[in-house]
């Protein structure tokens, strides 16, 4: 299940930020061609912040896990981290909350927050913010490929265009 961005613990600043600025942009939508609007409103809130994302602190940047075990056997951000704040000497427990930025998640190197020193995956967080944006219009069946296609055209696209048929907005309103 997925959740608001800006509800949920483990989300950076840099993304509960995004997602609020869309939320609060959008008021409410009572006919097809509001929905055109708003999502232009929202892609371009998106733009804008992608924009700022080279600026981002590590406050900004820093997602925020609880550790479930002592040893993990898959690689993930938790066992990444736990790691190497073990390797500086550090004790960390179970059900310790740790922070960490993500430097390269085609790599898995993560970051614990007291060991960054810049150089991010900006591409990764740059998805991270596309989902908190499909996820705010996911009751309009706007999906990461809607957005991709908003970003890359310089005009602004018909709402049929945006959502592959407007037959899938009256479908989602009729119900």
Do not use: W
């Not at 939320?23 to 700022?52: N, W």
């Not at 609880?66 to 000497?89: F, H, T």
């Not at 995956?121 to 944006?133: G, I, S, V």
């Not at 999906?143 to 592959?164: C, N, V, Y």
Request: aromatic share 6%.
């Amino acid at each position: 299940m997925m959740r608001f961005a800006v509800r949920r613990r483990t989300s950076p600043n840099v993304i509960k930020a995004f997602q609020e600025e869309v939320i609060a942009g959008l008021g409410e939508v009572y006919r097809e061609d509001d929905l055109r609007v708003l999502l232009a409103r929202g892609v371009g809130i998106l733009k804008r912040h992608l924009a700022m994302l080279r600026h981002a602190t590590a406050e900004d940047l820093a997602m925020t896990v609880r550790l479930q075990r002592v040893q993990y056997r898959v690689d993930c951000p938790q066992k990444a981290v736990a790691e190497r704040l073990r390797a500086s000497g550090k004790q960390v427990n179970v059900g310790e909350s740790v922070r960490y930025v993500i430097e390269d998640h085609a790599e898995k190197r993560y970051v614990p927050l007291e060991h960054y020193r810049g150089g991010f995956d900006a591409a990764r967080y740059a998805l991270l913010m596309k989902e908190a944006l499909v996820h705010v219009f996911l009751p309009f069946a706007i999906d990461t490929s809607d957005i991709d296609r908003l970003l890359a055209r310089e005009r602004q696209l018909t709402i049929g265009e945006a959502l592959g048929t407007a037959q899938r907005i009256r479908v989602l309103v009729a119900a």
